[in-house]
């Protein structure tokens, strides 16, 4: 227990400050919020820096995962119990309502939830408004992919180096720049489930739990089966 409330504490801020930032960053980079910002740019490097600075405060308490699909995906790998990743997943999703709520609280509910303030900076695109469901289910699935690799590779391997924080961040900002437009790049059912539920657009919700999961476990089999260094006898 006395591990446990550090950890969950350290889930929670580093999930609501990705959340915070993230929503914001969107929120704000509309020409009409914000004249003069670079709208892709600055929401990829919102997340990234923001990622990176608490996966490397955090990784030491709780190993940062600030993500369902990332604790469910550990569980697969054997690198945690079930009951500790559901404390952080509900841990991750009450944060990740916390942080839309306070953006809402800050900007009036009115301006958050417009169309220009992206409705509460939710993870959408092109393809959500479209309806097309396969093509955002393999879109989230390949960029979760990528993002659960770095993490398995950067941070939780025991050959990882200490820049594994800036190696996931980095992961986040190229996955954001190269498919934000088409799904919002969530990769994370609470960045997606955070703006939800405060503002109330639950389009195509499911599949931003669905993609992230089968991404993530898809690459946890890779690495186990590929890349992890075998146990010494």
């Known amino acids: ?10 889930e929670f801020v580093g999930t609501a400050a990705l959340v915070f930032f993230g929503v914001l960053s969107i929120v704000l980079a509309h020409p009409s919020l914000a004249p003069g910002s670079v709208s892709l740019v600055s929401v990829a490097l919102a997340h990234a820096l923001i990622l990176s600075v608490m996966v490397t405060a955090f990784m030491a308490i709780s190993g940062a995962q600030f993500n369902p699909a990332v604790s469910i995906a550990l569980v697969f790998a054997g690198k945690q119990s079930p009951a500790r990743a559901a404390l952080f997943i ?8 916390c942080a ?8 009036t509910p009115e301006v958050a939830n417009s169309r220009e303030a992206g409705f509460l900076g939710r993870t959408s695109g092109v393809l959500t ?4 469901t396969g093509s955002l ?20 391997d025991a050959r ?11 992961t986040v900002a190229a996955c954001i720049l190269a498919a ?9 059912p ?3 489930f955070g703006p939800a539920i405060c503002g109330r657009h639950w389009d195509m919700h499911w599949a931003y739990w669905a993609g992230p999961i089968a991404g993530a476990l898809l690459a946890t089999v890779c690495y186990r089966v590929f890349w992890e260094q075998p146990a010494k006898s």
């Open 137 to 156: 289910l393999l879109i989230e699935m390949i960029l979760t992919f990528a993002l659960m690799t770095s993490i398995l590779v950067a941070t939780v």
């Open 129 to 132: 408004e479209q309806g097309k």
């Open 1 to 10: 227990m006395s591990r446990t409330i550090p950890a969950c504490l350290a």
């Open 180 to 188: 934000g437009p088409l799904t919002g790049a969530s990769m994370n």
């Open 190 to 192: 609470a960045r997606t």
């Open 90 to 97: 509900i841990v991750q999703l009450l944060a990740a309502a």
């Open 160 to 170: 990882a180096h200490k820049l594994g924080g800036f190696t996931i961040g980095l």
């Open 100 to 107: 839309a709520g306070l953006v809402q609280l800050l900007l």
